[in-house]
């Protein structure tokens, strides 16, 4: 199920429709999946969808490398 979350998000971030697939990606990322995060933080950074935000993306890498 989070894989077809993270297809879908995904697809939606392929297709420029950053907001909702912000909202898709939002979830698999928190539940570990590091190309989700991935994502999210390029959303952050860029400012895809969501307010940009420097300090949010820069966390993420930190929360990937605790995940090994």
Known sequence: LDATKLL??????TDKKHTE???WLK???EKGSA???YLIG?????GLGVKKDLIQQS????LLLAEG
């Open 21 to 23: 697939a912000y909202k």
């Open 27 to 29: 979830g698999v990322a």
């Open 8 to 13: 879908h998000g995904k697809a939606l971030f």
């Open 35 to 37: 190309e989700g995060q």
């Open 59 to 62: 966390a993420l890498p930190e």
């Open 42 to 46: 390029k959303c952050h950074q860029a």
